[in-house]
């Protein structure tokens, strides 16, 4: 049984660690790290606290993978593409990295969107071209943030069996390892905005779980855009029973659609952070809230990560949001103005961590005997 | 070939072994970019974009004299010349 959980926390300069102790109320932080990168995506170990892979990534010298064993101290790098080899597409982030349900297998998603595998725990690295030859892929439009591809989803029973989020562009399924793959759409309403009439390339996803006790479920937090001129809204969350075939709305109970995180627990507690809106992506009345659902979407709660402090008028981006192995579910986000709240409760009780951190990309919990 | 030095930034020195100058070897500026990807690859990554140009906010000195992006590739390199990255400056 886990007796002590890391937290790791990726911003815009650099990352930080914090180790809790045995209940997670109090937490060490330790030194910061790469300061001068943006820590787009991290891959804590699961057997040794001390290792970490990373993507990383700057503005003026884009982007590898950096990986340590001795908590920071010292790091190495890991190309994704041979430099030798000619690429039709940049690469300009690391944005997932994914266990690949065999041992060794890892998997990369970037931006400009493609996926990448390793069978060798990261030391080398190929692409999944079955996924960039895709028909659609002329279609394929970025978002705010870019053409990313940032969600990889590996069915626990069957490791040929994925499915991958790229936005603005939609859900992709392979049965087969990556060797071809399916857009998996049917239910979500199109973006019209992003001018392509593509129907498989045309769905703004911002993230996306599975439940792991019952692959075929998959849960989606979507853009929720405005759809006409008088503001109405699309549905922002979704769920799929038939491993994403199709998809149904999940929010009638929610007060606001957009949002970009989504977690499931190993428990079945669904989480999501719902913004105002796509037009200004901050907390209603600037509470950090998180609302959960026990039933899969059915009825949700709403939790208050900072009721009596300050407003805070700022976000949360899709990886900053992150759940420990724990029972009860540790429950983890970073916001867009540095702060960082934790719950060893599943959202009942929650404290901000006493550090203010530059924007928070991406937070990763291991839990640790 | 001519051996010229090479000036690594600090932010990139994981990528030439800690080291803040290395020697390469290119008797002209257009042999520069193979001359550190053959031998410093991930240098090369950092440096140059997927199209083989320099990256968008990458600088390169030539005894401390702006190298256009553009031409001159076939500018001639003498011995002991010294090229330098640096980042541009970007922003406000």
Redesign the interface.
Known sequence: MATRTVLWVGTVKGAYRFDSDGDRRAWRMGPPLLQ??RVDAMLPDPADPDRLLVGTS?????A?LRETRDAGAT?S?T?L?D??E??E???TRVWQLTRGGEAGRLYAGVADAALYASEDDGASWREIEGLTRHPSRPNWHPGNGGLCLHTILVDPRDPRRLWVGISAVGVFGTTDGGESWEALNEGLPPMTMTGTQDEDAMFCIHKIALDESDPDRLFMQFHAHTMTPDGKRSSGVFRSDDAARTWRAIDRDLPQRFGFPLTLSERGELFVMPLVSDENRVFDQGRPTVWRSADGGDAWERRDAAPTAEPVFAGVLRDAMTLDSRAPTGVYFGTTVGDVFASADAGDGWQRLPVRLPRVLCVRAASYD | MTPVVLEVPRMLRDCTEGRPSVAIEADRLGAVREAIRSRWPLLATHVFAESGALRPHVLLLHNDRLVLRGPPDDVRLDAGDRLTIVQAVSGG
Do not use: N, V
């Open positions: 001068e990168w700057h503005d003026a010298w884009g590898t790091w790098q190309l593409r430099p030798e000619p690429a597409f940049p690469l």
